[in-house]
């Protein structure tokens, strides 16, 4: 699938205190640099600009970490062990549910270390977008 101005994208982040997360974008433009790599020229619809907090926040981010919006993957639950991303601080963040208790989830984020309790209605089913295919994590037998 080809991304093109307009679209709305999520952009991963690999920045230290990011790691993991992708965030929700708009393309307002597609560049191609001074070494003939594509990049986009992205608005994100929750980060707003450190300068003016009244403006979304607008960056130049390579095509490798752009990618369509996931699907939406309708489900009644989830199991220990599923691959989520789980919506907080204003963006997307994967993670591993490791416990749950009626619609409230208990996931570990690798990236951090860190384990917190969601509610059902912050969590989506991870998906990878390999070669414009969207595949969904599948269910895992163990943490490995």
């Known amino acids: 699938m080809e991304i093109n101005v307009g679209d709305s994208v999520e952009i991963y982040s690999n920045e230290d205190g990011f790691l993991g997360s992708y965030f929700l974008a708009k393309v307002i433009k597609k560049v191609t640099n001074k070494n003939k790599n594509h990049e986009f020229l992205v608005e994100y619809k929750t980060l707003l600009?450190?300068?003016d907090e009244k403006k979304a926040f607008r960056e130049k981010v390579e095509d490798y970490k752009v990618r369509p919006v996931?699907?939406?993957?309708?489900v009644t639950e989830f199991d220990v062990?599923?691959?989520?991303d789980v919506y907080d601080n204003d963006?997307?963040?994967?993670?591993?549910?490791?416990d749950k208790f009626d619609y409230v989830y208990?996931?570990?984020?690798?990236?951090?270390?860190d384990e917190w309790t969601y509610?059902?209605?912050?969590?989506?089913l991870h998906q990878e977008y390999c070669n414009g295919v969207w595949k969904a994590s599948s269910r895992c037998k163990n943490m490995g």
């Open 119 to 124: 509610h059902f209605d912050k969590l989506r």
């Open 91 to 98: 963006g997307w963040w994967v993670g591993r549910v490791t």
């Open 49 to 51: 600009d450190d300068k």
């Open 81 to 84: 062990l599923d691959k989520v």
């Open 70 to 74: 996931p699907p939406v993957i309708r």
């Open 106 to 113: 208990t996931v570990y984020f690798d990236s951090t270390g």
